[in-house]
């Protein structure tokens, strides 16, 4: 069987008979892709751990008439901070499950696989949900599903102050027809959508604005992408 090599993240893996998984992986060369790992649900499986979500390693991957085989893998990176933060963990994920949702298997996006490393590292060290909010506007913006924070989408008004946020007309309203959007919430998003992930250090929004807007942003993807958010419905949870 003819092999290649891949550099991929595993987002996520599920059982496949008795004892093999099927792993969904993001590569930079070849976005979403799934592939078998053999014998990775009996103990003592060298494979087990590699595989684990969020966890990126270097595939040998044999291919076959269905799904390619794993054959080896060896770990890059596997971002002991996201693990042992229950928070971190959860947000870290939700950005796999979007990731999932939102791109087409088979299809390369090397931008956004660039950035879903960048968002991973930088949430070992940063609020993960800052994180999670520049990662989920950066991936809106290539979808085409930017949301317009500064001007009213109806009419092209500048806003200022408090305003309105219409998750189905995808951005700020100067009617009073949507979720109210503090100038606070307004701005952060605003500087999150335009912010390289280096500039994330020098921002410090405070908690209560941060979860604002990570729930109004979650009603605009969720009226655009289909998402099965799993991992997000258990955010709550965790206050
Ligand atoms: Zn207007």
Same mark, same amino acid.
């Given at each position: 069987m003819p092999t290649h090599s891949l550099d991929a993240f595993t987002l996520r893996s599920y059982p496949l008979g008795e004892s093999d998984r099927i792993v969904v992986l993001f590569s930079r060369e070849k976005g979403l892709?799934? $592939?078998?790992?053999?014998?990775?649900r009996k103990s003592? %499986?060298?494979?087990? #751990?590699?595989?684990? @979500?969020?966890?990126?390693c270097r595939f040998l991957l044999a291919a076959? *008439?269905? &799904?390619?085989?794993?054959?080896?893998?060896?770990?890059? !990176?596997?971002? @002991? $901070?996201?693990?042992?933060?229950?928070? *971190?963990?959860?947000?870290?994920?939700?950005?796999a499950e979007l990731t999932m949702a939102a791109?087409? /298997?088979?299809?390369?996006?090397? /931008?956004?696989?660039? !950035?879903?490393?960048?968002? &991973?590292?930088?949430?070992?060290?940063?609020?993960?949900?800052?994180v999670a909010l520049?990662?989920?506007?950066?991936l809106l913006d290539d979808l085409g599903y930017r949301p317009s924070f500064d001007?009213?989408? =109806?009419?092209?008004? @500048?806003?200022?102050?408090?305003?309105?946020?219409s998750p189905r007309e995808g951005?700020?309203?100067?009617? !009073?027809?949507? =979720?109210?959007? %503090?100038? &606070?919430v307004r701005e952060t998003l605003s500087l999150l959508q335009e912010a390289g992930i280096s500039e994330l250090d020098s921002l410090h929004p405070e908690k209560e604005v941060l979860g604002d807007a990570h729930r109004l942003l #979650?009603?605009?993807?969720? &009226? *655009?992408?289909? $998402? !099965?958010?799993? $991992?997000?419905?258990?955010? @709550?949870?965790?206050?």
């Open positions: 892709g799934r $592939a078998v790992a053999k014998g990775a003592g %499986s060298s494979l087990a #751990g590699r595989i684990e @979500p969020l966890v990126r076959c *008439r269905n &799904l390619d085989i794993v054959s080896q893998c060896e770990t890059v !990176r596997t971002f @002991p $901070a996201l693990r042992q933060d229950l928070s *971190r963990l959860m947000q870290a994920l939700c950005l791109l087409a /298997e088979g299809e390369p996006h090397p /931008e956004a696989f660039d !950035r879903f490393d960048e968002a &991973l590292r930088s949430m070992c060290r940063l609020d993960p949900q800052l520049w990662y989920q506007l950066k001007f009213c989408v =109806l009419c092209g008004t @500048p806003i200022e102050g408090e305003s309105f946020f951005g700020v309203v100067c009617c !009073r027809d949507g =979720l109210r959007l %503090s100038p &606070l #979650g009603e605009h993807i969720k &009226l *655009r992408i289909d $998402a !099965r958010l799993k $991992a997000s419905s258990l955010l @709550p949870l965790l206050g």
